[in-house]
């Protein structure tokens, strides 16, 4: 049985029934008439959690069980870009320690605000690639990285270059050569979340909950030329965990800390 059923709006452009096919061989899931059924009835009529809307400006999808909304977003990027832009830094870029013409390797995608933000530093002769384990995640983040219209130019830009694709993170660093990118990215989702940071709810339901284990970090640690850059909140067990023992707080405001492991 499928997770998900693919389908339109109520009244749907012929565009948007093409669409709906294209997303449905990506998701592997099926495509269902929409006859004019309220998406709960619709996920109830066809056993399945989730829906993957077609219609309107956006692609969304919907779990009635757990209210949960979700469609892409460039989320911070641009304002991160902006600052960046006037010279006042960025944490992650600063845990990083990656310039023009450097690779960067995240492999906890998400919604792609952070692979946006290294695309923007790393530049035309840089590279940056994104991978996501979760299919109905990874797929909208790799249509929004290059659909997505935003007016700031630099943020659309950097969006287009990030090369994303759905991919557990295990496996892909398992097919990786010795130092094949200069810094490798882990962001996985904090055990609690940062006070104030609703808006990352329907991303905290969507995405894989797995911890991030020695295993992965020893793997990473042979893919990164330079070092590997693990986010989480301040004072995060998992630092203990993994025996991480440098760590960058990002400052200001921020409830968030950088942990490095190499050089």
């Not at 998406?39 to 809307?53: D, F, N, S």
């Not at 309107?56 to 600052?83: C, K, Q, W």
């Not at 797929?139 to 630099?154: K, M, N, P, R, S």
Request: glycine letters at 10%; charged letters at 25%; a negative charge.
């Amino acid at each position: 049985m499928p997770a998900l059923v693919v389908t339109t709006s109520r009244h749907p452009h012929p565009a948007h029934l093409a669409e709906a096919s294209r997303w449905a061989a990506l998701l592997d899931a099926p495509v269902v008439p929409r006859n004019d059924l309220s998406l709960i009835r619709l996920t109830e009529t066809h056993g399945v959690p989730g829906v993957l809307v077609l219609g309107g400006d956006r692609v969304t999808y919907y779990e009635p069980a757990r209210d949960l909304l979700y469609f892409f977003h460039p989320g911070m990027s641009r304002r991160r870009i902006r600052n960046l832009k006037a010279a006042n830094g960025d944490p992650m870029i600063t845990a990083m320690q990656v310039g023009p013409g450097d690779s960067v390797l995240d492999c906890t995608l998400g919604r792609g605000a952070d692979a946006t933000v290294a695309a923007h530093v790393v530049g035309l002769e840089g590279r940056v690639v994104g991978i996501e384990k979760v299919p109905v995640l990874a797929w909208l983040t790799v249509d929004g990285l290059q659909h997505y219209e935003i007016e700031d130019a630099a943020t659309r830009e950097a969006m287009r270059r990030v090369e994303a694709d759905c991919a557990d993170s295990a496996d892909f660093l398992g097919d990786q050569a010795d130092g094949s990118f200069d810094a490798v990215y882990f962001d996985p989702i904090f055990e609690q979340m940062v006070a104030g940071a609703s808006s990352m709810v329907p991303l905290r339901q969507l995405a894989s909950h797995e911890p991030l284990t020695r295993e992965a970090l020893i793997e990473a640690r042979r893919v990164a030329r330079r070092r590997v850059v693990i986010k989480q909140p301040s004072g995060s067990p998992l630092w203990g965990r993994l025996g991480i023992e440098v760590a960058i707080v990002a400052g200001g405001k921020s409830h968030v800390e950088y942990g490095v492991v190499g050089e």
